[in-house]
């Protein structure tokens, strides 16, 4: 069973930046698909990027030119550099990679 465990939610003011990272347990990201999702308050879940194998990147329409997907070299670790953040960034975000969910970190944008 695969594990992956997301970092670096938190507080931030409108405009502001957060990168969050999703660790996993072995290099699962060298032959699957890393994703981030989100989940606000009364809402479902979304996809909001999406880094295939072969590299292709795809993202929501509310975030493109905001945020960008990632990995590192060792395909073990999946990023998401989020910029010019709004309060409608709000939600627990969640990792997938390999059928499997990250525990989720709390993105809180306000002032």
Same mark, same amino acid.
């Given at each position: 069973? %695969?594990?992956?465990? +997301?970092?670096? $939610?938190?507080?931030?003011?409108? =405009?502001?930046?957060?990168?969050?990272?999703?660790?996993?347990?072995? !290099?699962? /990201?060298?032959? @699957?698909? =890393?994703?981030?999702?989100?989940?606000?308050? $009364?809402?479902?879940? +979304?996809?909001?990027? #999406? #880094?295939? !194998? =072969? $590299?292709?990147?795809?993202?929501? *329409?509310?975030?493109?030119?905001? /945020?960008?997907?990632?990995? *590192?070299?060792?395909?073990?670790?999946?990023?998401?550099?989020? @910029?010019?953040?709004?309060?409608? *960034?709000?939600? %627990?975000?969640?990792?997938? =990679? *390999?059928?499997?969910?990250?525990?989720?970190?709390?993105?809180?944008?306000?002032?």
């Amino acid at each position: 069973q %695969v594990q992956l465990a +997301e970092s670096g $939610g938190g507080l931030v003011q409108p =405009g502001g930046s957060l990168r969050l990272s999703c660790a996993a347990s072995g !290099s699962i /990201f060298r032959s @699957n698909a =890393g994703s981030w999702h989100r989940q606000a308050p $009364g809402k479902q879940r +979304e996809l909001v990027a #999406i #880094i295939y !194998s =072969g $590299g292709t990147t795809v993202y929501a *329409d509310s975030v493109k030119g905001r /945020f960008t997907i990632s990995r *590192d070299s060792a395909k073990r670790t999946v990023y998401l550099q989020m @910029n010019s953040l709004k309060p409608e *960034d709000t939600a %627990v975000y969640y990792c997938r =990679g *390999d059928n499997s969910w990250g525990q989720g970190t709390q993105v809180t944008v306000s002032s």
